[in-house]
């Protein structure tokens, strides 16, 4: 602070006050965009853009490690100054770029001009500002595999490519009954799951010297009230469901989004951890950030709801028991295998302690079919192949 | 509690809604709707309109007491706005916002952008129209434009509609009489002085004539109001736009500068002539209509020479060609908006 600052501050705080507050509004209406990051003189080819504010880092985690692998010359773009610095902080050898609006994209990016491709994780309002450059490729990635309406509709057609899995995902466009003929579908497994593939070949009941290691991952409450199918409300019931049992250990995350629409779920959290403490069940409720990858690896038994988590978990290649909620009917964009073909449903605490004991007792009578889905939902030879790395670097050497 | 974020207390329930009209451009909304809405009610289909933005909302309320107009700020209320009007067929989209996306997602809807008065201008045509089900177009020049500018339109539907708003001054012009009118537009732009100079003169040959002089720049308003005294002219001056289309009808042709080249010119099926200042490159301009349907002139005996043999008309079939391309002037008369 300047001496006349000081002055100003010991003589007259209110003017002083009243400044400050000033310079900072002039200062935040002016941040626009950051392209400290942006080495004019790299020859950038690829775009991994982020149109999210809180959410962009989960969905920039699923990808990023492989755009770094694949040694493509990558810059990660930003549209929210939160996302930016998260990204920026987490990433510190990537380049990282904040452009608020259209203006700004179309002046820093027309500086790029060995760019080839653009990857959008999720479907944001904002992407229509990098969907006007015709000359490059969009690629849709998302950012998981889910049943959900919202995996499967007519917006996806604004992209020239988009990167899935592996066969459900294409079915389920097919299965919604509209045309998507001029959508590429390129399957390129799930990259971030090789790591869970590749650990869990061993049968299920006799990982971690036989213990049972429960994994809850709760879904929100959804954008909309259509794909509300959150179990959170009955996450009570499943502790006490465990609480006689023995040689077992629960972990929950819930997704980072309850309580969103539902503001009475907000401390749900501290909620499940007391009242496991009360009915001593060794559980552990976890951050909400916690990548689930890193807790897949660690369980033997899952119980979720519909969201992509389920083909997640199918990584992990152990019984899965997926939630249906009865009160609502469920809109899926339905693949050609239906949960029921490879997860135990159920839609009431008890239904779900009657299938559990069943498979407890060593009737996984769906163990055939979860083998099937791991090809068909997920793509597991591609991904043991790595393929979306392939098909980056093919970009790369793409004349476009 | 009722949300500010919303307003379905006009949706018909007697007459429930089939297809809605959809503008998300907070400063265009009013004048979107107003362009488009005299279309949807000859339809005599049941519809809806559904804006974002409040104010556009409560303009077009007033303006349109009678009809079922929404609004819906967030996506949770678009999903309301939906989940209200159970016979919704088909979404019209007369902007292509990001916005638009929170309707997008509905697939058992239709969903067809249909643009505004100048969308058949429009530059910047990208991969994001893809998102529609069909792009209802006014000609065939339109297709071209979207085919040359995203290469793979893939599913992408273009039926040619014409253009509906033109529909009356195509029929009131099919068969044109002589009527010793003609119509002079003349912007603001330093092009004017030289402009009217040289019409100075031709106006002094149209003695027999009316002219209607649609004029920008209200300095040279004076001096022509006393060149047409003092040479005994019939020359109406009009500033207000709308009565341009009025004019144009019952005129014999139409006289322009540069910068009055609009493709809607081309509706009144008449001689279009356009003053080229000499020592503008005339290959240079990028003129909305092709040079080969107009007629063009730099001084006073050039537009004598063409005046002489007006009757004739020479370039009519290629301008009726250039109609077509760009109007979809036989749609716009054959064609129904809607397909019931």
Same mark, same amino acid.
Do not use: C
């Given at each position: 602070m300047t001496f006349m600052g000081l002055k100003k501050m010991l003589l007259h705080p209110k003017i002083f006050l009243r400044d400050y507050r000033n310079k900072n509004k002039s200062k935040k209406k002016t941040q626009s965009s950051n392209i400290s990051q942006i080495n004019f003189l790299t020859p950038f080819t690829h775009i991994l853009h982020t149109g999210e504010g809180q959410h962009a880092i989960s969905h920039i985690d699923l990808w990023i490690p492989y755009f770094?692998? !694949?040694?493509? *010359?990558?810059?990660?773009?930003?549209?929210?100054?939160?996302?930016?610095?998260?990204?920026?902080?987490?990433?510190?050898?990537?380049?990282?770029?904040f452009l608020k609006g259209e203006k700004e994209i179309e002046s820093t990016l027309s500086k790029l001009i060995f760019l080839k491709a653009c990857f959008y994780p999720s479907n944001t309002g904002n992407n229509l500002h990098l969907l006007k450059l015709n000359d490059l490729k969009h690629v849709f990635l998302g950012h998981g595999d889910s049943d959900k309406t919202a995996s499967a509709h007519k917006y996806f057609r604004v992209y020239d490519e988009n990167w899935v899995a592996s066969d459900a995902h294409i079915d389920r466009f097919r299965n919604e009954g509209f045309d998507f003929s001029g959508l590429k579908s390129v399957k390129?497994?799930?990259?971030?799951?090789?790591?869970?593939?590749?650990?869990?070949? *061993?049968?299920?009941?006799?990982?971690?010297?036989?213990?049972?290691?429960?994994?809850?991952?709760?879904?929100?409450?959804?954008?909309? !009230?259509?794909?509300?199918?959150? !179990?959170?409300?009955?996450?009570? *019931?499943?502790?006490?469901?465990?609480?006689?049992?023995e040689n077992i250990k629960l972990r929950i995350k819930l997704h980072p989004r309850v309580g969103s629409r539902d503001l009475s779920l907000l401390n749900t959290s501290s909620r499940l951890k007391s009242f496991s403490e009360e009915n001593s069940v060794d559980c552990t409720v976890y951050e909400r950030d916690k990548p689930v990858d890193e807790l897949i690896i660690k369980s033997n038994i899952f119980i979720c709801d519909i969201s992509a988590v389920v083909s997640e978990c199918l990584a992990g290649n152990a019984p899965i028991f997926v939630y249906i909620p009865k009160d609502?009917?469920?809109?899926? !964009?339905?693949?050609?295998?239906?949960?029921?073909?490879?997860?135990?449903?159920?839609?009431?605490? *008890?239904?779900?302690?009657?299938?559990?004991?069943?498979?407890?007792?060593g009737n996984d009578y769906l163990q055939g079919n979860r083998e099937k889905a791991m090809e068909y939902i997920l793509g597991k030879d591609a991904t043991l192949n790595q393929k979306f790395i392939d098909e980056l670097i093919a970009i790369e050497k793409e004349e476009i | 509690m009722i949300s500010k974020n919303i307003n379905i207390s006009r949706i018909d329930k007697s007459n429930p809604a089939k297809i809605m009209l959809h503008s998300a451009d907070?400063?265009?909304?009013?004048?979107?709707?107003?362009?488009?809405i005299e279309v949807f009610i000859e339809s005599n289909i049941h519809f809806s309109i559904l804006t974002r933005d409040i104010r556009s909302y409560q303009k077009l309320v007033e303006l349109f007491p009678k009809y079922s107009i929404l609004y819906a700020k967030m996506p949770i209320d678009v999903e309301s706005v939906i989940t209200a009007q159970e016979s919704l067929e088909s979404i019209f989209y007369t902007s292509n916002m990001a916005k638009n996306i929170h309707l997008l997602r509905f697939n058992h809807l239709t969903h067809i952008f249909i643009g505004s008065e100048n969308s058949d201008q429009l530059s910047k045509i990208n991969k994001s129209y893809r998102a529609y089900d069909e792009i209802y177009v006014s000609s065939q020049s339109q297709i071209e434009k979207f085919k040359t500018s995203i290469g793979n339109t893939g599913h992408l539907k273009f039926p040619i509609k014409g253009k509906s708003q033109l529909k009356s001054i195509f029929s009131k012009t099919l068969n044109k009489e002589i009527s010793t009118r003609a119509l002079f537009l003349a912007n603001k732009t330093n092009v004017s002085s030289s402009f009217l100079l040289v019409i100075g003169k031709v106006l002094l040959e149209l003695k027999e004539?009316?002219?209607?002089?649609?004029?920008?720049?209200?300095?040279?308003?004076?001096?022509?109001?006393?060149?047409s005294i003092d040479n005994l002219l019939d020359i109406n001056i009009f500033k207000d736009?709308?009565?341009l289309s009025h004019f144009a009808i019952d005129s014999d042709f139409i006289v322009v500068d540069t910068d009055h080249v609009k493709v809607s010119l081309l509706s009144y099926n008449i001689p279009i002539l356009l003053y080229v200042?000499?020592?503008?490159?005339?290959?240079?301009?990028?003129?909305?209509?092709?040079?080969?349907?107009?007629?063009?002139?730099?001084?006073?005996?050039?537009?004598?020479?063409?005046?002489?043999?007006?009757?004739e008309d020479r370039l009519k079939e290629e301008r009726d060609k250039v109609t077509e391309y760009l109007l979809g002037k036989r749609e716009t008369l054959e064609t129904a908006f809607f397909e019931v």
């Open positions: 770094i692998e !694949s040694k493509v *010359d990558f810059l990660v773009l930003t549209r929210n100054m939160m996302a930016f610095n998260t990204i920026s902080k987490k990433y510190p050898l990537v380049s990282v770029a390129v497994g799930r990259p971030n799951l090789l790591q869970i593939l590749e650990n869990s070949t *061993d049968k299920w009941r006799e990982r971690f010297d036989a213990q049972i290691n429960f994994l809850y991952l709760s879904t929100w409450e959804g954008v909309y !009230s259509e794909q509300n199918y959150t !179990s959170v409300y009955m996450a009570t *019931d499943f502790i006490k469901l465990l609480k006689d049992m609502k009917e469920i809109k899926l !964009s339905q693949s050609n295998m239906k949960f029921e073909e490879y997860t135990y449903t159920f839609s009431s605490i *008890d239904e779900l302690s009657e299938k559990l004991t069943v498979v407890l007792d | 907070e400063k265009l909304t009013v004048g979107h709707i107003s362009y488009w004539y009316a002219l209607y002089l649609y004029l920008e720049n209200t300095l040279y308003t004076k001096n022509i109001t006393q060149f736009k709308e009565l200042p000499k020592e503008k490159d005339i290959e240079d301009m990028e003129l909305d209509i092709p040079l080969t349907a107009l007629y063009t002139f730099s001084n006073h005996q050039e537009f004598l020479t063409i005046f002489k043999t007006l009757k």
